[in-house]
């Protein structure tokens, strides 16, 4: 007796497991799951392999030559602050508004509205 070749198809199968319409839902379930690493990976060396065709064949696109884009500073040195200096400068600071300026300070302006009454 002869061997008959197994059918790898779903077609081959359906007389023997299903009907048509469920050969049209297994496709359906197919299509609406997630893609699998191994269909990406094959995917993206297709593309690879023709982008490198187009090129050897000199009917790519030239890319316009720009600069690359600067890279973002992860990690920037802030140079801590001393108190001491800090006080300093605060210091300076009020002293040259007290003596360049004509304005009256806070206190100043306060006092002299109690004073009037």
Not at 92 to 104: H, I, N, V
Request: hydrophobic share 30%; aromatic share 4%; glycine share 6%.
């Amino acid at each position: 007796m002869a061997r008959v070749k197994k059918s790898r198809s779903m077609r081959g199968k359906l007389g023997k497991t299903g009907s048509k319409e469920m050969m049209k839902e297994q496709n359906k379930a197919r299509k609406a799951s997630s893609t699998r690493r191994f269909v990406t990976k094959k995917a993206k060396e297709r593309k690879e392999q023709a982008h490198k065709k187009l090129e050897r064949l000199g009917l790519l696109p030239e890319k316009e030559v720009g600069a690359a884009p600067v890279r973002p500073r992860r990690f920037v040195f802030v140079k801590p602050v001393d108190e001491k200096a800090e006080q300093a400068k605060t210091e300076a600071q009020s002293k040259e508004l007290d003596t360049g300026s004509d304005d009256l300070s806070l206190d100043e302006l306060l006092s002299a509205f109690t004073e009037e009454k």
